[in-house]
């Protein structure tokens, strides 16, 4: 090839590269002051939905006459708007607070009749335009002001404005990151099951419970987290500790630690989080407990990962699974609730640029973005019990364990956002393990799928999807509570229940509504019917195997990180 072409090329690239490399810059400094949201994604759906209804006389004369009904009902004091919630205390149907709250009611409802049915608008804009709406809503309820709201208005005249001094140093206190003193810490009274690390590499840390029976089942149970959070969600008190559950039940528990990564990770990758974690901690389950299959489980994110694990063994003929259990783990990434509204090609673009520079996503902005998708129950109501009533934090051990944050590496998080949740390679064979493409249509053993009824990050019916891609028998439980509470329901923890129903790999497609239909409720934890099913595919007791050598105590190193 000539001198003169391959010089242009070259400096073409050069200056591609550069270009590329000052956009991300500039990106990703606008994302950091917009916390990692994009605006552009906003204004597109903004625009769609008010240009068609500029457009469309007669819905606005529909919504002109609903305002004006809705005032008179409002003036008339006949409308008769819900009393659950942050407004559910009598002094809210006194006046002028009862006015306030109907006012509000009624914004409400306008604007869902706004959001719906505009012509021409994609369906995608209306409901980011609604939440949106939703949104601002939230955070203009008169709950949240001192003088529209009666509680904190009795409150000030009570204790004489104390309660305003305490919010403002709550606030003060918040604002500068100093953490309220709790009561719980990591190896004393949370993630306590005696056990030890057995194994350890630059991702994970493994930890093996102790028995506590004289035999224990013959195949291992091998848990994986999410490493969105930490793992001793699994083992906070020996009361709702579901690894001390199963390890009283005569189960050898394992679980991934893993590390807290910061900007120093930013490369690892997918690949990295599916070798040196899932396959590092078979081929070192297998080191302690050898010529055994594994019952393998993952939560959440770490469920999506175990999946992807089980289809690139099943290609490869690696039968080390007896089965395979997914908490709220989402496979299909089509429906997976209101998160989908905010990730497409412009928000990733724009989180890809703010990771780039910081080489992660830290805790807080992870945090930020699920309060957004609950925001009147995680961040207003937290708002005026904090800073208006000036109440002190009372944390359970849930509560801890949640503000106990990690971190996730650039490159792995920007691979699991495009690949899945934007353009669902998973579920359409295009995700690879190995350098090679996967199917979940390769997993044989069975599956037992819990999805939880209140899960706002995995929600139940696209959990439900693994049963059109798996060619498994497939045991599906849709637990009560949400993404988290659902899981954490130990036994005896009131008010729990579940619906159950075995879903064959041989029997025709059931879909979620019928799952409904025919699927019985049970009354209490979950986790007895798992136990069973698990014992129901394990051999019988044997006398339990320890390691050799140990590495330290658990709850490990990697958890302590912050």
């Known amino acids: 090839m000539p001198f003169d072409t391959v010089l242009p090329t070259a400096a073409a690239k050069k200056a591609e590269r550069v270009s590329s490399g000052c956009d991300r810059q500039v990106h990703g400094l606008l994302a950091q002051m917009t916390g990692g949201l994009s605006p552009i994604l ?39 708007p819900s009393r659950s919630g942050r407004f559910a205390d009598p002094a809210w149907s006194e006046w002028p607070y009862a006015l306030f709250r109907d006012s509000h009611s009624a ?26 709406a939703r949104r601002m809503l939230d955070m203009l309820s008169p709950a949240n002001f001192l003088m529209t709201n009666p509680l ?42 005696p056990g030890k690390v057995v194994f350890r590499n630059r991702l994970i840390e493994l930890i093996q419970y102790a028995p506590t029976t004289e035999t224990v089942r013959p195949e291992p149970i091998l848990i994986v987290p999410a490493w969105i959070m930490k793992y001793y969600i699994l083992d906070l008190q020996p009361r709702n500790s579901m690894i001390r559950y199963l390890v009283d039940q005569g189960h050898t528990v394992f679980t991934i ?47 999506t990962m175990l999946s992807i694990a089980a289809a690139a063994m099943a290609r490869d003929g690696d039968d080390r699974f007896a089965s395979v259990t997914l ?25 890809d640029a703010m990771m780039s520079r910081r080489g992660c996503l830290d805790g ?45 590496p650039y490159h792995m998080h920007s691979h699991y956002l495009s690949s899945l949740f934007g353009r669902n390679d998973l579920a359409e064979g295009r995700f690879r393990a190995g350098g090679h493409p996967i199917a ?12 939880t009824a209140k899960d706002h990050v995995a929600p139940w019916r696209s959990v439900y999807k693994i049963n059109l891609l798996a060619r498994s028998d497939v045991t599906f439980v849709l637990a009560s509570g949400g993404h988290n509470a659902g899981v954490v329901s130990e036994p005896g923890h009131k008010g729990r229940f579940y619906q159950i129903l075995d879903l064959p790999a041989s ?28 014992a129901e595919r394990s051999g019988d007791p044997v006398l339990p195997r320890v390691p050799a050598e140990a590495l330290c105590d658990a709850p490990g190193t990697y958890v302590m990180a912050r």
Request: overall charge negative; charged content about 20%.
């Open 327 to 351: 908490f709220a783990a989402q496979t299909d990434f089509t429906e997976p609730g209101e998160l989908k509204l905010f990730i497409n090609d412009t928000q990733l673009a724009w989180l």
């Open 364 to 408: 807080a902005q992870m945090g930020a973005a699920f309060q957004l998708l609950r925001a009147e129950e995680l961040l207003w109501t937290p708002f005026v019990q904090r800073y208006l009533l000036g109440e002190t934090d009372h944390p359970n051990d849930l509560m801890a364990w949640n503000a106990d944050q990690t971190r996730m």
């Open 440 to 451: 979940l249509r390769d997993i044989r053993v069975p599956l037992f799928v819990l999805g």
């Open 42 to 80: 906003s204004a597109a759906a903004w625009f769609d939905w008010g240009s068609h209804l500029l457009m469309s006389p007669g819905k606005q004369a529909e919504l002109a006459c609903s305002a004006t009904e809705s005032a008179l009902r409002t003036s008339l004091r006949i409308s008769q």
């Open 107 to 132: 914004c409400e409802a306008w604007w869902t009749e706004a959001t719906t049915g505009v012509r021409g608008v994609s369906e995608t804009h209306l409901r980011q335009v609604a939440a949106n």
């Open 507 to 534: 029997g025709p497609y059931v879909d979620q509504d019928t799952f409904l239909a025919r699927a019985g409720q049970v009354t209490g934890s979950w986790w007895p019917a798992w136990q069973q099913w698990l």
């Open 152 to 193: 904190v208005r009795q409150a000030t005249l009570t204790s004489g404005g104390r309660n305003l001094l305490h919010g403002a140093r709550n606030l003060t206190r918040d604002a500068h990151g100093v953490r309220s003193a709790t009561e719980y810490a990591v190896g004393e009274n949370l993630a306590v099951t």
């Open 257 to 303: 630690s893993w590390l807290n990564p910061t900007a120093e990770d930013q490369d690892l990758g997918m690949e990295d989080y599916r070798t040196l974690g899932v396959m590092a901690a078979v081929d070192a389950v297998n080191g302690v407990v050898p010529d055994q299959k594994i019952h393998a489980a993952g939560y959440c994110l770490g469920g």
